[in-house]
């Protein structure tokens, strides 16, 4: 989480800002997960601006294969 008070916490009064909380959290856990799967030891000094940035990156990556995929069954 970014923060355990203030407005990026999960007590913001302002939603969008509980959404960016949860996100990023949700990224950071899911670059542990792949570090896992990887075999590697869990990173817990990931920052999370890194992790946001990485799992980004994986997701764009992802997709671009699913689109490339799909392009080649309808040829």
Sequence with gaps: MLAQTGLFSPASPLMPLKVINVLVGQAWYYQQIFRLAD???????????????????????????????RRRRRT
Aim: net charge positive; glycine share 6%.
């Design 39 to 69: 075999d590697k030891e869990a990173n817990p000094d990931l920052g999370l601006l890194k992790a946001v940035g990485a799992y980004l990156k994986d997701e764009l990556s992802r997709s671009r294969r699913v689109k490339k995929a």
